[in-house]
């Protein structure tokens, strides 16, 4: 079994639902950490809806979708944010899948998108929690760096040149 990795409209009912199942673990995981209980439903709702992902949109952003024998499993978008900057987001893996090599395949597909895109580096942010998205940004040779955000939930900043292509 292997993967397939391909660009997906962000707004489409397959992005939507992978959206939708990370928004959720990430938010859950947040609020369990932090005050022991799942992320309200109405503001689960409500963060989802705010942040739909138009800007992974070409011409200036790209959203991928990776499946797995045909299986949708996880995606992974990129987004300028200056000529030469692009921003890594929503890497993410559906949990049944994780563990058969789609993250660094997507990371790495996101990285060819960003230079598509022109970029010459790519930067991500992150939380403390997510210690395998730590891992994995760093087995990819992502360097911690200052940050380039105020992300009220970013606590890490990572950093890759991108090499031409």
Request: proline residues 5%; hydrophobic residues 45%; glycine residues 10%.
């Amino acid at each position: 079994m292997t993967w397939t990795i391909a660009p997906e409209p962000y707004d489409s009912p397959l992005a939507a639902a992978l959206w939708r199942a990370y928004y959720t673990e990430v938010s859950d995981r947040w609020y369990l950490l932090h005050e022991g209980h799942r992320t309200d439903p109405g503001e689960l709702e409500r963060g989802i809806a705010a942040e739909a992902g138009a800007e992974l949109a070409p011409p200036a952003g790209q959203l991928l979708v990776g499946r797995y024998a045909g299986e949708a499993g996880g995606s992974a978008g990129v987004r300028l944010l200056d000529a030469d900057t692009a921003e890594l987001t929503r890497v993410f893996v559906r949990e049944p899948l994780r563990g058969r090599g789609g993250a660094p395949l997507l990371v790495a597909a996101a990285e060819d998108a960003a230079r598509a895109l022109g970029a010459r580096r790519i930067v991500l942010d992150t939380r403390g929690d997510l210690v395998e998205a730590r891992a994995l940004y760093a087995r990819l040779g992502y360097a911690e760096t200052a940050p380039h955000n105020d992300d009220v939930y970013a606590e890490h900043w990572f950093r890759k040149e991108l090499a031409v292509s």
